[in-house]
């Protein structure tokens, strides 16, 4: 199973880095899956920990792909971290073993802390929409651009029947991604 999530990981030097993640479960243990080049693998390699962040806000998705980093954080409990003060819930990691790779290491990682701040009142399908387009953004130069369109085509459905602030503010930075890709990649 993949969980969608917001990893948040400190570096040597302080900074905090937001980046939205896809985390595997595997049994008691959360594999943290960066390619490299990546500030995430650096910081928990660094520091042996991070924080998975659970949120319904699906801007923090969003605006991490789109060049908007800055939401509050505060201290974690056990971790030497920082976790989105606005989450639901978080989960302080601890790096137990790496799976090395050229491209895409393996970071197998036990939860040392878990904390719940706020009910989970569930996800609307623009939510869903919205996380499924952050995805595909992550991956424009992966995809064809004819599969993304399409895919974009089909999830705007569920905005335009189900989306509220949030998530038409949170489409519209990808929509503007996208937008730039499109103009930078005309044939």
């Not at 390619?35 to 520091?47: C, E, K, M, N, V």
């Not at 009910?119 to 993304?148: C, D």
């Not at 335009?160 to 489409?171: F, P, T, V």
Request: charged fraction near 25%.
């Amino acid at each position: 199973m993949i969980q969608e999530t917001i990893i948040t990981s400190l570096g040597k030097n302080g900074y905090v880095h937001i980046s939205p993640m896809g985390v595997h479960v595997d049994d008691d243990h959360y594999i943290i899956m960066p390619f490299r080049p990546s500030t995430t693998l650096d910081h928990i390699l660094a520091t042996r920990h991070a924080v998975m962040n659970h949120t319904d806000d699906v801007r923090v998705f969003a605006g991490c792909l789109t060049g908007r980093r800055d939401w509050p954080l505060t201290d974690t409990v056990v971790v030497n971290g920082k976790r989105l003060e606005n989450c639901l819930s978080h989960q302080e990691l601890e790096l137990v073993y790496v799976e090395n790779d050229h491209q895409r290491p393996k970071l197998y990682c036990k939860i040392v802390h878990q904390q719940t701040h706020l009910p989970f009142k569930g996800f609307n399908r623009a939510q869903f929409a919205v996380l499924e387009a952050a995805i595909l953004v992550s991956r424009l130069s992966m995809l064809p651009l004819q599969k993304i369109n399409s895919e974009l085509e089909y999830l705007e459905i569920a905005i335009n029947k189900c989306a509220g602030e949030r998530e038409l503010e949170a489409w519209e930075w990808l929509m503007q991604a996208v937008d730039q890709f499109r103009r930078e990649h005309r044939h």
